[in-house]
Nanobody, 126 residues
Framework: QVQLVESGGGLVQAGGSLILSCAASARTFTNYAMGWFRQSLGKEREFVAAISYSGYNKYYQDPVKGRCTISRDNAKNTVYLQMNSLKPEDTAVYYC???????????????????WGQGTQDTVFS
């Protein structure tokens, strides 16, 4: 069983920045493609960003493209999501997800992910 634990969420003013972290308990973290998703109140969970197991391939959803950077440190079993120029519409619970035995590519479909974190709340106020 793999555990994913997010951290770094909080309350931030519009225009500010946050860095989310997701620590994985997986022994073979380098075999996992990772992704970030978010869910706002009353809305369905949506894809935010994904990174391949090598870290070479990255993919972003349009609303965050240019404002977010996903990265990973395989030595620390951790994936990060840096968000800049935050907007009130970025307010959501952010979830980290892991896909085991992935190809060296990114995945944006939530149903393909095997493991999920508990989520961390980000609130952006204007």
């Amino acid at each position: 069983q793999v555990q994913l634990v997010e951290s770094g969420g909080g309350l931030v003013q519009a225009g500010g920045s946050l860095i989310l972290s997701c620590a994985a308990s997986a022994r073979t973290f380098t075999n996992y493609a990772m992704g970030w998703f978010r869910q706002s109140l009353g809305k369905e969970r949506e894809f935010v960003a994904a990174i391949s197991y090598s870290g070479y391939n990255k993919y972003y959803q349009d609303p965050v493209k240019g404002r977010c950077t996903i990265s990973r440190d395989n030595a620390k079993n951790t994936v990060y999501l840096q968000m800049n120029s935050l907007k009130p519409e970025d307010t959501a619970v952010y979830y980290c997800a892991g896909l085991q035995n992935a190809y060296n590519r990114t995945y944006s479909d939530s149903y393909k992910y095997d493991y999920w974190g508990q989520g961390t709340q980000d609130t952006v106020f204007s």
